[in-house]
């Protein structure tokens, strides 16, 4: 197992009376050093008012005199524009503390309006020299609290956060990542993904697992424990995303979706690992693109880099435990790439069977010329990818972008 430390201080606040603490949680972190909290509200496209949650919130706080400016309109898959305006409204309003509520979209702008807040420059550029660098970031971040509609993600608790530059052409994806854009309070109750529609809960449970896949496919064999707890952690997705899709009131099925889905992406079973991500690297393209859904074009995408892995036998190993510990194949009588292949058709199954997810990039109404532009925007991250499970090159990232199509 690799060296490593952790810290991972997101309270989360889960259960139908989680928002009994949303005043003090506002107040705790709006209110340092006996300063009045000056809430930024952000939200999405008005789901939450048809579901009566922005009441809900909204009432909480005028009840508790806690003075709040909203910011809404975030977009999925949200864009540089709108984050940059965001960021400005919080400064005209000299916030203190940002509260997201929505899904994985609104949180990841909410932070990276925290982050901009006291930036002396452009928040693209400040993703864009991060990223180059592999960094995190430094400088002031406003705290940043949560209330989840969208089990997906794992941004709740999570250190990192992405953008889509819709400014430029093509458009590109991108975020950046540091200890202190970790939100301080995330509150959850499972009754608020009540209304997320079928097709929705399938592509964020897509979500969930590939985040999963994505630390577990590790080439730091002897991290025992953390590949045990992942194993459970997709166990769980397989097991509850279906009954969640047929009977969306279900509380067992969205509670346990919801916690899964936070504890997939906070660096639990990313540490001790050797991991750099993947199929995210290849997925966000078709994101930036023509917003596609992240968890849809995940599922696309992940077992045909599963088909190109396997042809290494060293790489082996990982699919036998996948095939063997989470969807119950036997390995008797049969070689390691026999079992491989068996794993990868399990998760095609899950995904485009189980999800009804698309299966090729096709359908996703994207272009078959667009592949080159997607190979060339990701060929860029060589240097990352190298450090991967089986590491990438130019010729590669388009066979597994041809394959998909």
Not at 49 to 67: C, E, F, H, R, S
Request: net charge negative; proline share 3%; charged share 25%.
């Amino acid at each position: 197992m690799k060296d490593f430390w952790i810290w991972v201080p997101t309270k989360i606040v889960f259960g139908r009376n989680c928002l009994d603490e949303l005043a003090d949680g506002v107040k705790l972190w709006g209110g340092k050093d006996g300063k009045e909290p000056r809430v930024l509200l952000v939200t999405g496209g008005g789901s939450i008012k048809k579901m009566g949650l922005y009441d809900k919130v909204t009432g909480i706080l005028n009840d508790a005199g806690i003075k709040f400016f909203e910011y809404s309109g975030v977009s999925a898959n949200p864009k540089v524009s709108h984050l940059r305006k965001g960021i400005e409204f919080a400064r005209e309003n000299k916030v203190n503390v940002v509260l997201a509520v929505g899904g994985g979209s609104v949180i990841d702008e909410a932070k990276g309006i925290a982050v901009g807040y006291d930036y002396d420059g452009d928040i693209w550029d400040l993703s864009t020299e991060l990223n180059s660098k592999g960094a995190a970031v430094s400088t002031p971040v406003l705290p940043v609290l949560t209330i989840l509609t969208l089990s997906a993600t794992g941004t709740e608790m999570a250190t990192g956060c992405n953008w889509t530059n819709d400014t430029v052409t093509p458009a590109v994806k991108r975020g950046l990542h540091g200890p202190e854009v970790r939100p301080k309070i995330t509150f959850e109750n499972p009754e608020f993904t009540y209304s997320v529609s079928e097709f929705q809960t399938a592509a964020g449970s897509a979500d969930v697992l590939s985040h999963i896949f994505e630390s577990y496919f590790s080439n730091a064999t002897t991290a025992y424990m953390q590949a045990r707890v992942a194993e459970a952690m997709m166990k769980t997705v397989i097991k509850y995303a279906p009954i969640a899709m047929k009977d969306p009131t279900n509380y067992e099925a969205r509670a346990n979706l919801m916690y899964c889905a936070s504890w997939a992406n906070n660096g639990y079973i990313v540490k001790g690992n050797q991991v750099n991500w993947s199929v995210h690297a290849l997925e966000h393209e078709l994101t930036s693109f023509n917003d596609t859904t992240h968890g849809e074009g995940l599922a696309v995408i992940t077992p045909r880099w599963m088909e190109w892995v396997i042809t290494d036998e060293s790489k082996l190993y990982r699919f036998v435990e996948l095939g063997q510990n989470v969807f119950g194949i036997s390995t008797e009588g049969k070689t390691d790439l026999e079992v491989a292949k068996e794993t990868i058709q399990a998760v095609k199954d899950f995904f485009w069977k189980d999800l009804k997810l698309k299966s090729r990039i096709r359908d996703l109404g994207i272009e078959h010329d667009k592949l080159e532009m997607f190979t060339e925007q990701v060929s860029k991250k060589l240097g990352y990818l190298q450090g991967c499970y089986k590491p990438f090159t130019r010729e590669v990232i388009a066979q597994i972008y041809e394959a998909s199509y």
